[in-house]
């Protein structure tokens, strides 16, 4: 009974920026880990960054130094800042969320996708 909802999705030129945000809400007694997917078409989807409860992140080599992961957990939102986008960004964009409903359940929760698209 959880929603996560992504915002933030458009058309951008290269070097453009984009900031994506994801809202959780519903049946949550606690989040652990956040996170965004992305897929191109015809690719596989693949892990674009995590934040984890405490603030920990991972980022994928190929946005490394341009892309930001944070998140506000009083608010159960997870951002993406995304600078220096290039056309090969350009995919629908996935929120990813560990969801606790109990103190003893878990389980992955998604959001619906926003593209993003970069072209000149």
């Known amino acids: 009974q959880v929603q996560l909802v992504e915002s933030g999705g458009g058309l951008v030129q290269p070097g453009g920026s984009l900031r994506l945000s994801c809202g959780a809400s519903?049946?949550?007694?606690?989040?652990?880990?956040m996170g965004w997917y992305r897929q191109a078409p015809g690719k596989q989807r693949e892990l674009v960054a995590t934040?984890?409860?405490?603030?920990?992140?991972k980022y994928v080599d190929s946005v490394k130094g341009r892309f930001t992961i944070s998140r506000d957990n009083a608010k159960n939102t997870v951002y993406l800042q995304m600078n220096s986008l290039k056309p090969e960004d350009t995919a629908v964009y996935y929120c990813?969320?560990?969801?606790?409903?109990?103190?003893?359940?878990?389980?992955?929760?998604w959001g619906q996708g926003t593209q993003v698209t970069v072209s000149s």
């Open positions: 990813n969320a560990n969801i606790s409903p109990t103190i003893w359940d878990t389980y992955d929760a």
């Open positions: 934040v984890t409860s405490g603030g920990s992140t």
């Open positions: 519903g049946n949550i007694f606690s989040i652990d880990a």
